[in-house]
């Protein structure tokens, strides 16, 4: 079992910066690949970005490349996202993911067995 908890969502405007935190529980936190999704109002939840349990993999969805960073400190069971350059189409409720996996990452949402409850972030124009 693994349980996520997030934080670091607010309101931030255009063109600003955000670093969400998602701390797991558990020992084997380094042998997981992690992801982050986000749900807006009225839509499906997206893959945002997901990094391999080493961490030496990321990957990003086309519209948060060269804006948003995923990265992880195993030592501290959390991974984080930093979010630069924020628009607000980049408003949701981002969720952070877990899949037992050592190499790579999924980039499905299905594939993902633990989620966290979500932190808001709203990008005022």
């Known amino acids: 079992q693994v349980q996520l908890v997030e934080s670091g969502g607010g309101v931030v405007q255009a063109g600003g910066s955000l670093r969400l935190s998602c701390a797991a529980s558990?020992?084997?936190?380094?042998?997981?690949?992690m992801g982050w999704f986000r749900q807006a109002p009225g839509k499906e939840r997206e893959f945002v970005a997901a990094?391999?349990?080493?961490?030496?993999?990321?990957y990003y969805t086309d519209s948060v490349k060269g804006r948003f960073t995923i990265s992880r400190d195993n030592a501290k069971n959390t991974v984080y996202l930093e979010m630069n350059s924020l628009k607000p189409e980049d408003t949701a409720v981002y969720y952070c993911?877990?899949?037992?996996?050592?190499?790579?990452?999924?980039?499905?949402?299905?594939?993902?067995?633990?989620w966290g409850q979500g932190t808001q972030v709203t990008v005022s124009s």
């Open positions: 558990g020992r084997t936190f380094s042998t997981y690949a």
């Open positions: 993911a877990a899949h037992f996996q050592r190499l790579g990452a999924p980039l499905t949402q299905y594939d993902y067995d633990y």
């Open positions: 990094i391999s349990a080493s961490g030496i993999r990321t």
